[in-house]
């Protein structure tokens, strides 16, 4: 075995350079550049939960478009307290796409457009960070460890915008049980993911 | 379909899934919010919850059209910024815990698990029940130890964090403070029996020398963590997939080589 097999890489993994937080910092201060580099870490998935709440490929677009700016806009209003900085953006971002889709003029473009779902969009494994790709994987494996039903309600609540009353009237069960099955689904989650806040 | 009313009681405490993946609106979030603002153990669950939701909008990613990009960039250059909101001083801070939390909190976790597994599996079928207990405690006591050189490591303020992706899935990272090291390895692809993944140094020179092997138990998501002692500067530590008992030498291609 000879060393030009070996992938020897310099130090990259410093948390407070590059870090969303750090560039949201800077964005805060109208730092354009950062707001270029948040742009390509965070982009994907921005567009990604806007695509999986809304469906439709264009409106996605608008909406994911929307948050963009408005991160741009309110970055000075983001504090370490709110949690992490992806975390806050991607709030943004699903709160502004189920407005959308709560929107009368989206409801009927999703009647129309319900024909044409897409399934399980495909994505440019190129263009992903490894780190994303990484993380994604994470997160598939650790959802396969939790329950059907927690599943379900986690998917119903998140990727699908409904509240937990409409999660509860969906799937025909009391309240109680929905919040149940979120909380313990994502503390599983939280727990195979290793996450500490 | 039924309304539990919100209030004081156990019952409240459970809404922390829900809100943490934004299913709660209206009266519902507002009475949570301040439920929020006198409950604690809710605050600090809800964090780590939110940023296990946030991983879920990570797991939905799409690289959007690349026109996207442009026009968003357009739109800010034409837009102003909001100024701060006035600062209020908080009723209890938010501790802001590091990268070195999270990689503190897996390996508290698995040097034990590595500790208890070592000692089980080194014994004997012969030996008395008591004898098997000692070496039990034993076995816990040096992964208490070893648990507390690889904390020392972590929550160093000069420590170094490199993270590598290994060959075939996961990540090996390496916490660099002075001489010592922690190696973490999370998410590796579970070996056959007879195989396990062995550690080395690589010198600036070229020369490789063994630097242990892997433990023999991980947790359930496939981490581990190792101690390193002794790393001279410049030296890259790297993984590779040998058979049991280790060799003198790598014999398969290692998966990762992080540089430190």
Known sequence: ????????????????????????????????????????????????????????????????????????????????????????????????????????????????????AQTTPEFDEVSETVETRLEQQAVRRCLEGLTVVQREAVDLAYYSGYTHTEVAAVLDVPLGTVKTRLRDGLIRLRDCLGVTA | MSTTPLGPGPDVHTLTGAYAADALDGADREQFEAHLAVCEDCREEVRGLRETVALLGVAASVPPPQRLKASVLDQVSRTPQLPPLPVAAPAVPAPRRSAGSRLLAAAAALVLV????????????????????????????????????????????????????????????????????????????????????QLWYVGGDGRITSAGLGPAAADGAGRWSRLLEGVPTGTAVAISVEPLGGSPQPTTIPLVAVQT
């Not at chain 1, 201060?29 to 439709?56: H, K, M, N, W």
């Not at chain 1, 700016?69 to 370490?80: C, I, K, N």
């Not at chain 2, 992706?165 to 010592?180: F, K, L, Q």
Request: charged share 25%; hydrophobic share 40%; glycine share 8%.
């Open chain 2, 114 to 197: 590595a500790g208890l597994g070592v000692g089980v599996l080194g014994l004997q079928a012969r030996q008395d029940a008591q004898q098997q207990a000692q070496q039990a405690r034993e076995a816990a006591r040096q992964a208490q130890v070893e648990l507390g050189r690889i904390q020392a490591v972590i929550a160093d303020p000069s420590a170094r964090t490199i993270r590598q992706p290994v060959s075939g899935g996961g990540t090996a990272t390496v916490v660099v403070a002075g001489r010592e090291a922690v190696l973490l390895g999370a998410d590796l692809e579970p070996l056959p029996a007879d195989r396990l993944y």
């Open chain 1, 1 to 116: 075995m000879g060393q030009q097999h070996l992938r020897v890489v310099d130090d990259d993994g410093e948390p407070s350079g590059g870090s969303p937080e750090a560039l949201l910092s800077r964005v805060a201060r109208g730092d354009t550049a950062a707001f270029e580099a948040l742009y390509d870490v965070l982009s994907g998935p921005v567009y990604g939960v806007c695509l999986r709440v809304v469906r439709d490929p264009a409106q996605a677009e608008e909406v994911a478009q929307e948050v963009l700016v408005e991160v741009w806009r309110q970055a000075a209003r983001y504090a370490p307290s709110l949690g992490s900085a992806r975390s806050w953006v991607l709030t943004i971002a699903r709160r502004r796409a189920v407005d959308r889709v709560r929107s009368a003029q989206a409801s009927t473009d999703r009647e129309v457009r319900a024909a044409t």
